[in-house]
């Protein structure tokens, strides 16, 4: 049952290249919400917190991931946006 853990990390993973890609391509960040990137990135550090706290591997992976690759997504939108 552990395959479906990984299978959802990777799938998880592999939801942010697209908006990462065109943010990086165009530079254009309108229309992406700050306060909701945020809430996902405190959420991502609550599991990570709840992941080390059970030490399950996957969930400690997938979400250390998750908040690293959501913390790039704040970076980007506080780079590009338009003040």
Known sequence: ???FGW???ITMQI???PQTAKILRT???TGLSL?????LWLGFAFYV??????????FIVGN???????SL???LILRYRTR
Do not use: E, H, N
Request: glycine letters at 8%; proline letters at 3%.
């Open 35 to 39: 306060p909701a990137w945020v809430i």
């Open 64 to 70: 250390t991931m998750g908040l690293l690759q959501t």
């Open 7 to 9: 299978l959802g990390f």
């Open 1 to 3: 049952m552990q395959i």
């Open 73 to 75: 997504q704040i970076g």
């Open 49 to 58: 917190t709840y992941s080390l706290a059970i030490m399950d591997v996957v």
């Open 27 to 29: 530079r254009d960040v």
């Open 15 to 17: 939801f942010f290249l």
